[in-house]
């Protein structure tokens, strides 16, 4: 069935350093790469989108990549503050849309 | 405007009873998600609806669940003879759907299930 990866599960950076989270995909009708952001006890909240026919996507401190014949697509957190610290979900849609396991990062004041 | 509404926000059963779990969408939002996450772990899709009907319930664990939406908004999750392991948060998501593709999901609040 359809999966997606993500990687690290547990990142810890330094204030002001940068943080990447990547995810693969196992579906190659998926066309559409929404990043989440969940604090504790929250829902999840959309933070920035990739669909397939773009390649790279800037918003901000946040940027996400995609690389369709590889089937990854990644996330970039920029000059990270302490409130950047959250459990970061990438997920995959082709009709249906499935999550990773969520990287908690934590980033240290 | 108004998000995603879910009610209740927690429930505590015990084991075999039969529970409900209900989602308001966003006003407009054809489409609706129905999703379960364990701790510590992602969103798993369960169902999705487009307006009335079940678009897709491939992710539903088993016939002890059913979901339904008969107006094409409001729209209950129904588990029967609950297990300890459907303990979870369950969360409900909506959005547009334009052009041929689904628009962005919003999430409600969730609710949390503990099955005793």
């Known amino acids: 069935g359809e999966n997606v990866e993500q990687h690290p599960s547990t990142l810890s950076v330094q204030e002001g350093d940068s943080a990447v989270i990547k995810c693969t995909y196992s579906?190659?009708?998926?066309?559409?790469f929404p990043w989440y952001k969940q604090e504790l006890g929250k829902r999840p909240q959309l933070i920035i989108d990739i669909r397939s026919n773009v390649g790279e996507k800037k918003d901000q401190r946040i940027a996400v990549t995609l690389n369709k014949t590889a089937k990854h697509f990644s996330l970039h957190i920029t000059e990270t503050q302490p409130e950047d610290s959250a459990v970061y979900f990438c997920?995959?849609?082709?009709?249906?849309?499935?999550f990773g396991a969520g990287t908690r990062l934590f980033v240290k004041a | 405007g108004a998000g995603v509404s879910q009610t209740p926000s927690n429930k505590v059963t015990e084991k075999g009873k039969y529970v409900e779990l209900r989602c308001d969408p966003i006003?407009?939002?054809?489409?609706l998600y129905w999703y379960r996450q364990s701790l510590g772990q992602g969103p798993e899709f369960l169902i999705y609806f487009q307006g009335t009907g079940a678009a897709d319930d491939s992710g539903l664990p088993n016939d002890r669940f059913f979901a339904v939406r008969p107006e094409g908004s409001v729209s209950t999750l129904k588990i029967q003879r609950t297990e300890r392991g459907d303990s979870a948060v369950y969360l409900c998501a909506s959005s547009l759907w334009a052009g041929g593709y689904q628009e962005t999901q919003y999430f409600g609040p969730g609710t949390r299930l503990l099955v005793l």
């Open positions: 006003s407009g939002h054809t489409a």
């Open positions: 997920a995959a849609r082709s009709f249906k849309t499935i």
């Open positions: 579906d190659s009708a998926s066309n559409y």
